[in-house]
């Protein structure tokens, strides 16, 4: 493996939880169902705490955020808006029209008060005028006459205007077919609400086609932008009758309309079907826009999409599209959305469709991590950058985090693949084993369990706490405190029975300071020595039941851990040490420690062949000179199969045939001095009858446990069956 190393820059991403806490936080479903995958799936689903305090969101943490947010979008707006919106487009162009009606009947009263006042100065300064002239005074007395008539004709005609624009109905489709049909006097009114007219026009054909990727500014500013969307409408049918007859080169047709027209939607479109896609989730966003609109406000939105779409060639071609998406492609039901936001919050519709493209993405989204948390665990198919767009570039992690769960692992050692499986490696186990080991003795307590004597013998030692005298023999692990505390005691505290000796003169002191060290005299009587724990070598079989009965009672997994946890214990402890795992059930088989964690139902079978697992444990332990050989087992019922000629006979309730058989084993394993210690999970009548015939023959020990205090037991037992203290 190679590793490069570079200045941090604040780009590199750096996960927060290494291989070896994930392979902790997988260890107990591991060992739960003996499946590598599903434990990974649902450490991906639920997430995990770990010790550190730090949690890694799974899929459910980010499935409850994706309905948060889609809560808070829903309480955030009000589909009603889209008609304050327009309505408040209108109310501007009425007001504007208003505004310049009385600005244009002020304007003739000033201009006709100006003319009045410049004919007074005039006959002021012209009483010596010429008669010729008389006929053009006459004609300039008129002009004043014919000025005060147009002005009231100007005036009746504003009042008119007024009233009509006080008569238009209420609702925006009324108001938009009576301003259609109304002559305004301020051309400015008259630009806004032709604007108003190509915008609505625009943002519904863009709705239902294009996706809205033109915008407003670019609508109002190109007055050839609604004659394109037109040309792109015929040629866009165009494509879907060619479709629907069957001519051939579609893709070739299909990239020249793309070519010319691609800029009106969105990258990403590759052939007809994608296009066809997604004009029909466009035009489902309108549908949906108005299903989630009060019943009065939907009536009015679609009035006033009649009015607009008062071009009879682009209505129809609107209506060509759908039918062709009709026949072409299964309908797709509405759907109704409960906006709860403020209704007089105005909204455009431009604001609205994105708000319900937003919504369609969070299903969608929410679809596709339902289905990796129901069990398909290909997160590459979720689109990172929508998660960031709608939960936040935090959830953009956490899902990079997801990913690369399963590669991290491999890339520590903990994980590798036989074809498709996925396996754990045995260093997983040896991990596994580890975190069993330290659960079960993190829930040990002081004293919860006595001590078992047995008879050992020592070999190798170790030091312990406590001091002794020293006796020949012994190995000579000085206590020096008590030691040099012995002789002081025994020579007494006065000065004068001390000799001294110059100390050499420390650092700042000069010789003549005499500075002196005192001198302890020791004898043999005042050595003290550590006292020493002799550990014992011993081999070990560890018996399994595999029945059915240990699986559905719930206590093969706490016997899977006991045998991971106590392989540990040995291999870091104990090295000397043997340990061999024996499965019983029908038959009698050895595990190797890395074949534990991945044990599933298939392994399970009926019977309980206690007589088979024996004699494969003498078998191995035979082959061992270890002084101490001892037997554990772990069982929940009875025996209840044996062999017979190499088959297996079962029965159940048990036979005397079975009972004796397995009896027999008991003795043989007695004559080769290995002790059997049975570790009971159930108190049945028949089961405690077995045992106790076989403490008797084999001088062993019987404990009663639950799964919970299994590894306990089982553990303590064995630490303290290793050691004897030397006095």
Known sequence: MVYRYSRWDGTQQVMPFDADSIMEAIAEDVLAHGDVRRALEKLMQQGHKFQSGERMPGLRDLIDRLKQQRQDTLRRNNMDGVIKDIQQRLDKIKDTERAGINRRVEEGRQSLDDGRQTRDDGEQGQQTAQQEHQGEQQQDAADPEQQRMMQKMLEKMAERRKEQLEQLPRDIGGQIKGLREYDFMEPDARQQFQELLDMLQQQMMQNNVSGMQ???QQIQQDPKAMEEMREMMRDLNQLMRDRQEGRPNEQSRFNDFMQKHGHNFPPGIENMDQLMEHIQKQMQYVENMLNSMSPQQRAELEEAMMQVMQDPGLQAEMNELAMHLSQMLPPQPGRQYRFSGDADESMSMAQ???VMEQLDQMEQLERELNAARRGDPNLDNIDADEVEQLLGPDARQALEQLRELAQQLEDAGYLEWDGSQMQLTPRAVRKVGQKALHDIFGMLKKDAFGKHAISVKGRGGERTYDSKPYEFGDPFYLDLNTTLGN????????????PRTPRPHAPGHT???????????????????????YMTQSSTCLLIDMSRSMLLRGCFLAAKKVALALNHLIRSQFPKDDLYIIGFSGYARELKPEMLPQLDWSEYQYGTNLQHALMLSRQLLGRRKSPNKQIIVITDGEPTAHLEDGEVFFNYPPTLRTIQETMREVVRCTRDQITINTFMLERSYYMADFVEQMTKVNKGRAFYATPEALGEYILVDYV????KKIK
């Open 352 to 354: 609205a469709m994105s």
């Open 511 to 533: 010789r003549d300071e005499g500075l002196h060290d005192l001198v302890v005299q020791l004898k043999p009587e005042d050595f003290q020595v550590y006292s020493t724990e």
């Open 720 to 723: 303290s069956s290793k050691r």
């Open 487 to 498: 002789a002081m005691l025994r020579e007494g505290t006065s000065d004068e029975r001390r």
């Open 214 to 216: 033109k915008g407003m």
